[in-house]
Nanobody
C-alpha cells in the first residue's frame, strides 16, 4: 500500500513558476514509476509527466507535449518524494494536479495503482 500526498499548489501569474511535491509512504518507493496528471474543470484527467524507477542508475522521463521544456519531473528516493517543477506557466495549465504511482515500468494512463488527493494550480493571465 502506498499513500501519496501532494503539496505546493497555489495561485501564480502567467509566466511564473511553482514546484509541486508528492510525498509517498512505504519502503518500496524507488521501485515505482511516478506520474503527474491534471484535470481542468469540465475536462478529463490528462497525463502530464512520469519518471520511472532507477534502472542501471538511470531514470526515464516522459512529458506531455505542451509542457515539454517548461516542466521538469524529478524524484528523491531517499525522501520518498517526487517533484514537478513548473516554469513559464500559462493560464491553460490551470487544473488540479494529481500524483500517482505505478508498479509498471512504462504505465499507460490507466496503469497507475495509487493516487493522491490533488493540489490546485491556478494561473492568472
Amino acid at each position: 500500500q502506498v499513500q501519496l500526498v501532494e503539496s505546493g499548489g497555489g495561485l501564480v501569474q502567467a509566466g511564473g513558476s511553482l514546484r509541486l511535491s508528492c510525498a509517498a509512504s512505504g519502503r518500496t518507493f524507488s521501485s515505482y514509476t511516478m506520474g503527474w496528471f491534471r484535470q481542468a474543470p469540465g475536462k478529463e484527467r490528462e497525463f502530464v509527466a512520469r519518471i520511472s524507477w532507477n534502472t542501471w542508475s538511470r531514470s526515464r522521463t516522459d512529458y506531455r507535449d505542451p509542457v515539454k521544456g517548461r516542466f521538469t519531473i524529478s524524484r528523491d528516493n531517499a525522501k520518498n518524494t517526487v517533484y514537478l517543477q513548473m516554469n513559464s506557466l500559462k493560464p491553460e495549465d490551470t487544473a488540479v494536479y494529481y500524483c500517482a504511482a505505478s508498479s509498471a515500468a512504462v504505465p499507460s494512463t490507466d496503469g497507475y495503482d495509487y493516487w493522491g488527493q490533488g493540489t490546485q494550480v491556478t494561473v492568472s493571465s
